[in-house]
């Protein structure tokens, strides 16, 4: 059992930054054994894979939109997940959600994560 509390969210102008934060909590298997994700949902669209990062050999993989932007890391003695976003677009503008998932490597599908944050609105106007 896993909690995952996302925070870091925000009202940004274009080319601004943010730093998004996920904090896990709870019993069970260790925060370290956890492929931690960012996913998005804008208005309409469905939600999108961001970036996961592995536990097993830090494997990192994003999607192309934002890579060169935003950069996903962890913490696993805090038990936190962070997603670096700079030079933000409008298009950006999303719920983002961390997640956790017990599956190998990297996954990108968002049924192959099992825990989800509440979500932290990120709104970037022009």
């Known amino acids: 059992q896993v909690q995952l509390v996302d925070s870091g969210g925000g009202l940004v102008q274009a080319g601004g930054s943010l730093r998004l934060s996920c904090a896990a909590s709870?019993?069970?298997?260790?925060?370290?054994?956890?492929?931690m994700g960012w996913f998005r949902q804008a208005p309409g669209k469905e939600r999108e894979f961001v970036a996961a990062?592995?536990?097993?050999?830090?494997?990192?993989y994003a999607t192309d939109s934002v890579k060169g932007r935003f950069t996903i890391s962890r913490d696993n003695a805090k038990n936190t997940v962070y997603l670096q976003m700079n030079s933000l677009k409008p298009e950006d503008t999303a719920v983002y959600f961390c997640?956790?998932?017990?599956?190998?490597?990297?996954?990108?599908?968002?049924?192959?994560?099992?825990?989800w944050g509440q979500g932290t609105q990120v709104t970037v106007s022009s």
């Open positions: 997640a956790a998932s017990v599956k190998p490597g990297v996954p990108t599908r968002q049924y192959d994560y099992a825990y």
């Open positions: 990062i592995s536990w097993t050999d830090g494997r990192i």
């Open positions: 709870g019993s069970g298997r260790s925060f370290s054994t956890y492929t």
